[in-house]
C-alpha cells in the first residue's frame, strides 16, 4: 500500500498558510420514485430489482422528470436562501462508468435551478460563519458496484465485481459552496458544523433521510493552502463521500498538514480527488480531477426544461418550515434554557427527542434530565446513537409521569426505563411484571418500621429523646426491607409520627 504521507504539525500549518475550503454535498430526495422514472426509490432491496428500462439507459427509453423532485430541490433553494431559476435544464455529463448505463449522467450544468445563497452556521463557541452557497442542482446517482475477491473491498486486486442498478437514477441534489475563506484554524470545525446545519436544515425540510451512514447524505471537501499574504488559491484537492460529521472534520484538518508538508518541502500539489480511510484518519490518492471539459456537457435533448412559475415559488417559500435555528430559539425560550444548557442539548443530539418527550406531556427539565443524563449514559454503554435506543419520547414522558404522582421513586423509575429498553414492553408493562410499584400502603410500611426500630432499641431511644437526624438509619433498613420500593419522605414521616 501507498506509504503515509509526511504532515506539518497543525499549529505551523496555521502559522504559514491560509486555508481555502470548498464543499460539496450530495443528497438523496426521499421521493416515492426516481428522478426520471417510476422505479420505488427505496434503500437497499435485493440487487436489481428497482429497475426499468428508462434508469437502466435501455435505447430509445424516455425519461420524465419526478415533479416532487424538482418541488423538493426548489424547497432546499429556499430554505439556503437561493435565487431559483426562472428556466434551467437539465444537462448531460458524459463519461463511462460501469455503474452509469447510460453512459452520461444527467445532471445540471451552467443552468441550475437554485443559485446564490447562504446558510449561517453557529460554531461551538456560539459565534456565526457565514458559508455562501454558489448552487444547488438536480442530478442523478449512479448505481453501486461490488468488488468481489479483493482483500479491501475495492477493485484493485478483486477477481470479478458485480453491480447494482437500485439506485441509478434515484434523485440527487448537489449543493456547492463558494470558496470559504478566513476560517484559519477553525476550517476542520467549520467544515463539521456546515454540514452538521445542513443535516438540521434538510431533516426538517423532510425532504432526504439525511443518513451520512447510508450515503443520503455525502460531503465531499475540498482543501487548498496559499501562504500567508497571498491572494491566489492554491491547487485544491477533492476529498470524496466522506460519510461521517467527524469525519468530515478530520479529513480537511489531515489534507490542511499534508498539503502544509508538500507545500514546505518545495513540492507541488497535484489536482486530484482522494478518499479518505477512518481507520488512520488519512487521505490516498484517487483519480486525478477532470476538468468540466472532459465531461462534454451539453442540454439534455429528452427532457422539457423547468419554468417554476413564480407564484410556486412564493407559495414553497412561505409553507417552509421554521429554520432549526430559530425553532432552537423558541424552544430555549419556552423551556427556559440558559445558552449552555442549550448547546449541552443540541451536541448531545437530544433537542427534538426532549421536544417530542414534551409533546407527549412531560415537564420540560424532566424529559430533558431524561435524555441528556440516564439515555446518554445507556447510549454510550451499548454504543448506540441516542435516537437509536429502543425507547421512544412517549415511554419517556409515561416514565415521568409515574414519578411526578409518586408511583414511582427516581431510582425505581431507572430501573423501569432499563426494562423497557431491555425490550420488556411498555413502562406499565415493566411496573408490572418486575413488582416496581412504590409501597405506599401505610401498614405495610408501619410493620417494617417497627421491625427496624425493634433491631436497632439504642437509634430508637435517640429518636425518641428528640434526635430526629438518627432516623436516617432506621429510613435506610426500611428501604432495605422493602427493596428500594418505599418513598424515604413517607417513611421519615411515619417513623417520628410512630416515635411520638
Ligand atoms: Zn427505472
Redesign the pocket.
Known sequence: MTAVAEVMDYDEVLERFDPVLGLEVHVELNTNT?MF???ANVFGGEPNT???????GMPGALPAVNGKAVESAMRIGLALNCEIAEWCRFARKNYFYPDMPKNFQTSQYDEPIAFNGYLDVELDDGSTYRVDIERAHMEEDTGKSLHVGGATGRIHGADYSLLDYNRA?VPLIEIVTKPLVGTGARAPEVARAYVAALRDLLRGLDVSDVRMDQGSLRCDANVSLMPKGATEFGTRTETKNVNSLRSVERAVRYEMTRHAAVLASGGTIRQETRHFDESTATTRAGRAKETAEDYRYFPEPDLVPIAPSREWVEELRASLPEPPWVRRKHLQEDWGLTDLELRDLVNADALELVAATVDAGAKPDDARSWWVSYLSQQAKTLNQELAELPITPAQVARVAALVADGSLTNKLARAVVDGVLAGEGEPDEVVEKRGLKVVSDDSALTAAIDEALAAQPDVAEKIRSGKVAAAGAIVGAVMKATKGQADAKRVRELIIERCG
Not at 50 to 56: A, K, Q, R, S
Request: positive net charge.
Open positions: 426516481k422514472c417510476g422505479c428497482h429497475v426499468c428500462p428508462v434508469c437502466l437514477g
